[in-house]
């Protein structure tokens, strides 16, 4: 029997729709779906052989069908697949939706009789789509004029600058728990076990050459008496790790090699150690620091 759709198109526009969907919202990286994952690549073939398989079944219940129809029943099934689609109901009832001509034999009867050089006025109706969209417009101007205008809703510029402060809002909250977002002016000193526990494992790895593994100063500086070359406190020493000491003699700076979060673990653990008065220190360098309480960091917990 006739299908609207050929069998040539259907199958491979439906396999096409599907492959694009997987393509779509399987996240391959640079590499096709079906490629990188062997799963999707059976799932295509087994979905591509159902596709036939079904459309194989279809043609043979048509065959059968069409067998068991009595003579009469197959002339009519003739005519009406000799129709072509502009003579079919469902487009002529679909074509009556969107325009409402009248046929060229029924001219007489709304004609406006106008005549301009032999030229014809008709008095035909607006397209019937033109209507409709025109009534959806009324009913959008009144939606809008009572909720704008009457109810005082937000409009666009007012609902983006609160989704704009809301978002700003958002991030903030977020650098206060995303560690690696700290900088110099926003880290505080950590005073958690657990915290310089990790501080102390960066510091055996990375600083020990130069500073000894009690901080006593070896081609660095003493970090446990509170002389300072650059500066104590948290904000300083965390922006010396970061950024290195002075040019030319100074630490490296640490900013490529170690996160944030790192940086101020180590230099927590350091400045724990301020006090613990190693054997065979290395003399004080630098000025003395003292933190008073309007420099001080309030301490993380």
Known sequence: MKKLIPVYVRVPVIFALVFAALEYFIDSGDRPAFIKYPLVSLFLAVFLFIQIAIEI???????????????????????????????????K???????????????????????????QELDNVLPPWWVKLFYLTIIFGLVY???????????????????????????EEYKKTAKDLIDEKTVTLLTDPADLAKGKEVFTANCIPCHRADAGGAIGPNLTDQYWLLGGGIKNVFHTITN??????????????????????????????????????KEPQGDLWKEDAATAATPAK
């Open 57 to 91: 079944v279809i043609m043979a219940i048509d065959r059968v069908t069409y067998n068991l129809l009595t003579d009469e029943q197959k002339a009519k099934l003739a005519e009406v697949e000799e129709l072509g689609i502009a003579d079919s109901a469902w487009f």
């Open 93 to 119: 009832k679909l074509k009556g939706y969107f325009v409402k001509t009248r046929p060229v034999a029924e001219e007489g009867e709304i004609t406006l009789h106008h005549n301009y050089d032999g030229i």
């Open 145 to 171: 004029l009572v909720r704008f205008h009457i109810m005082g809703d937000k409009n666009q510029k007012q609902e983006f600058e609160q989704e704009m402060a809301d978002a700003k809002l958002a991030v």
């Open 244 to 281: 290195g000491g002075r040019d030319g003699k100074g630490m490296v700076a640490w900013k490529g090699t170690l996160k944030p979060s790192e940086i101020q673990a180590v230099a927590s653990y350091v400045l724990s150690l301020q006090g613990t008065n190693p054997k065979d220190a």
